[in-house]
């Protein structure tokens, strides 16, 4: 295996999670309508980050949630079980502009399992997308609204996101397979 390549260490992915939150700001001007959910595991703590940016920007507290997939992958049968984490959301996502926010953008069937599940919950009057990394190689029409860093890779790469609440040395990489 190939030593990995920093895409971001952790003053860029600090900057590019303010520029995103701006970015979310701008498009979306009746904030008291937003509401983050992030994807379990990876979107929890960016989905915070873009939360507590948001919640200074624009002076009040920004509800965030975190929604697991595993019961609504499309590859179900292809695994012995589902990994499932917890779903939580202290809000109602009727009628809210719900930002659904992950690490890493790739084929689109984990934000589509997403989608599934968050309408589970409610109707949404928008569904958004914010993801840290989008590294192409679609298989759905699914296209991110706030992108952080876009990165083509091989289908032989691999895109890793370590941030500080997960423990460790915070920085985005990507590596050989």
Sequence with gaps: MHSPTILLDSP????TISRMAHEIAERNTASVKVVIVGVQRGGVHLAQRLADSLSTL????VPVGCIDVGMHRDDLHQRVSPN???TSFPFDVNGKTVVLVDDVLFSGRTTRAAMDA????G??????????????HRELPIKADFVGKNTPTSL???????LRED???????????
């Design 12 to 15: 860029a992915i600090q900057r």
């Design 58 to 61: 624009w002076g009040h507290p």
């Design 84 to 86: 499932i984490s917890p």
């Design 118 to 121: 968050l309408n589970d919950f």
């Design 123 to 136: 109707r949404p009057q928008a569904i958004q997308l914010a993801v840290l990394v989008d590294r192409g």
């Design 156 to 162: 032989l790469e691999r895109i890793n996101v370590r």
């Design 167 to 177: 423990g460790g040395e915070e920085a985005v990489y990507i590596e050989k397979l």
